[in-house]
């Protein structure tokens, strides 16, 4: 298959030319049934000549191209619907009958406060156009209306969210007109998957009820069912958040598919590169360091423990507070003893073979670091995060 992207440097274009390489070059083997050969890349630095031969070899087309902050209202015609006339074109002249998909907008429903919008009026325009085509041709034409996207583009541009990631990360200033305004949000990577499904012939359907997205096999147009409702003030709390995370160690929850999840990885592309790195606190002394690298609001937290030659480190025991130790590097050895029973467990730990021992609550424990000149490194997790007012920690040598 042969697919042709326009608009292929903007923000939509660019992560969908690159992830359609990584199936082309099977580095993505998640969709086997798609078999890519060429990308075609046209954007508005590309000639009239490549489009007529991208036209005429495409299998499959991306229409992407558009413009939404022009220094004339008109040139919302010329460049959304101009553009289009002329690619429908170019695959006529070649009775090229090649799947295409247009990126129009939510606004071109023109309800509510989109009723007025020369933006929304030029995409209506696009859409009435390929839905012609479809007709005139027989050629498969799939229009879909895009919420507010969410992906990595140019802030103070046309992203609110995009604004935010920058101005926060960044340390710029930034203002907030009203907290509690709701957008719908479709980010970058969800946007992909949906144009795999249509690729594979498996894209969603939907009508619009206003400018509210209805469900429908049967519909005329396609959407990604995947969106977020937030409002701008849940967006910037997040943020800020985000921001402190560096310092606090928090990490919010940030369950599988959340908005949550997804804004934080959103708005790490935003970090300048000299926050790509931030110190940690290690606590100190002759036996060798501790430090905390992670906290969770419901998981605990992360730590990395050295210690130092023939040390022992530990000797304690906790009511409900459980660890896990993980031997990175060294040799070691892990005790614990059951201190109603007496019962007493050993596990001799190396790096050169990892293994996860629990810390059971109500069993003392230590850990002996058994070399004479190399450090022992272990990984502990633990199921909550240190409270000195409540600290579950009791001396107690095994």
């Known amino acids: 298959m042969n697919i042709l992207v326009t608009g292929a440097k903007g923000m939509v274009g660019t992560a969908l030319v690159n992830n359609l390489k990584n199936i082309r070059d099977n580095k993505n083997r998640t969709r ?118 969410m992906g990595h583009s140019r802030p103070k541009y046309n992203s609110a969210v995009s604004t935010f990631c920058w101005a926060v990360a960044n340390d710029e200033e930034f203002t907030v007109s009203d907290r509690n305004v709701v957008l719908e949000l479709l980010y970058i990577d969800d946007l992909v998957d949906g144009m795999y499904d249509l690729l594979e012939g498996k894209e969603a359907h939907c009508e619009f009820d206003g400018v509210e997205t209805v469900s429908d096999e049967n519909g005329r147009y396609c959407y990604v069912p995947v969106t977020h409702k937030v409002t701008l003030g849940e967006i910037v709390d997040l943020l800020a958040e985000f921001k402190e995370q560096p310092t606090t160690l928090m990490m919010p929850k940030m369950p599988e598919g959340s908005f949550s999840k997804k804004l934080y990885s959103l708005y790490l592309t935003y970090l300048p590169t000299d926050k790509f790195k931030y110190a940690l606190k290690m606590n100190i002394d002759d036996r060798g360091s501790f430090t905390e690298l992670v906290h969770t609001e419901d998981c605990g937290q992360v730590s990395i423990n050295i210690s130092r030659p023939g040390i022992t480190k530990g000797q304690h025991w906790h009511n409900s507070k459980w660890e896990q130790f993980i031997v990175v590097a060294g040799h070691g050895l892990i005790q614990e003893r059951n201190i109603n029973t007496g019962e007493i467990v050993e596990f001799e730990v190396s790096g050169d073979k990892i293994e996860a021992i629990h810390m059971i609550p109500g069993w003392t424990h230590n850990i002996i670091n058994l070399s004479d000149n190399e450090n022992l490194v272990t990984v502990m997790t633990c199921n909550e995060i240190f409270n000195p007012n409540r600290p579950d920690t009791f001396y107690e040598p095994v």
């Open 32 to 149: 086997p049934n798609l078999k890519i050969d060429e990308i075609y890349e046209y954007d508005i630095d590309s000639t009239v000549e490549e489009l007529d031969a991208y036209c005429k070899k495409a299998d499959f087309v991306f229409n992407l191209a558009g413009v939404n902050r022009p220094e004339n209202p008109e040139d919302f015609m010329k460049g959304n619907f101009g553009f289009a006339s002329d690619l429908l074109n170019n695959l006529k002249k070649y009775g090229n009958k090649a799947t295409i998909m247009l990126s129009s907008s939510i606004q071109a429903t023109l309800a509510g406060r989109f009723g007025n919008s020369e933006y929304g009026r030029s995409k209506k325009a696009g859409e009435e156009l390929f839905f012609d085509y479809a007709k005139e041709t027989g050629s498969k034409v799939a229009v879909y209306r895009f919420p507010n996207l």
